[in-house]
């Protein structure tokens, strides 16, 4: 029996998870999404297949694609998803399960928006889900059932690789995955600027950077992967790798990153009590 899954706002992160749903055999008939523009909307349903209802066109398309859908994925920015929230909640099944993959909403936030005993789900998932390879986390809320919970997980599975941690982990968590991406990004920028810097060519300065950071990312997928012993497989004694994470120690790189870590999860929790 299939189930029917709404994307309520379809930004990168929503547009990511849906695309790795129908990648790994989810039917575009089973999807609908919401956008505000109706050129986006058919943008979405011209990619993925999907049926796609912009709000330009129709006011109601969050109510029309949430009823009738066994899960509801919000992607609005999280500024907007209480409101979001209870602009569904008269249309929402008891049993229907409501998805949050914003940032710093949470979970008790987004119970009060909603009708008494619905389902909720806070979620942190990071871009490469897009390829199916990125890092979903669930946290369930206080009327989840465990069935609920797993039919949830089996969902953003295809996602890639879904982990259950409690909500008070969640900013620790998006400071590591959710975040992360941009700071593979942000080597590889570094590393490019390096090469050319070194008298390389630009663009094949950014070739060897991000083709070694992507083939870095296939190593550490590998099973029972450990990014230490990688690291120490490269680096032969008294080598050009030894003296350059020499200098990355010298230089303090392991405190600079657990600082930016620590950064975004106090922003989080910063933005968490702004909307709440």
Not at 137 to 150: A, D, F, N, R, W
Not at 164 to 186: K, R, T, W
Not at 251 to 264: D, F, S
């Amino acid at each position: 029996m299939s189930n029917r899954i709404a994307f309520l706002g379809c930004g990168s992160m929503n547009e990511a998870i849906m695309g790795g749903l129908l990648a790994a055999g989810t039917s575009p008939t089973d999807v609908v999404a919401t956008v505000r523009r109706a050129d986006h909307a058919a943008e979405l349903a011209e990619r993925h297949g999907v049926t796609a209802i912009a709000g330009e066109e129709e006011p109601d398309n969050n109510k029309l694609a949430a009823k009738g859908s066994n899960v509801v994925i919000l992607g609005v920015k999280p500024v907007g998803i209480a409101n979001l929230a209870r602009e569904i909640g008269s249309v929402l099944g008891p049993d229907t399960i409501v998805v949050s993959v914003a940032a710093a909403v949470s979970i008790a936030q987004l119970e009060a928006a909603l009708p008494e005993g619905q389902p909720v789900i806070r979620t942190m998932p990071n871009t490469p889900a897009r390829l199916g390879r990125g890092v979903v986390s669930v946290s369930p809320g206080t009327h989840c059932t465990p069935q609920q919970l797993q039919l949830t997980k089996d969902i953003l599975s295809a996602a890639g690789t879904v982990v259950e941690i409690p909500e008070e982990q969640v900013d620790a968590l998006s400071a590591i995955s959710g975040s992360g991406p941009a700071y593979a990004f942000y080597l590889a920028e570094a590393m490019a600027a390096a090469g050319s810097e070194l008298g390389l060519d630009p663009e094949l300065s950014l070739l060897l950077a991000r083709e070694t950071v992507a083939g870095a990312g296939f190593m550490l997928a590998e099973p029972g992967a450990n990014p230490t012993a990688l690291r120490r497989a490269v680096t032969s004694p008294n080598g050009t790798t030894e003296r350059a994470i020499a200098a990355f120690d010298d230089a303090g790189l392991p405190g600079i990153i657990a600082e930016g870590a620590r950064a975004a999860a106090a922003r989080a929790a910063e933005i968490t009590r702004q909307l709440g």
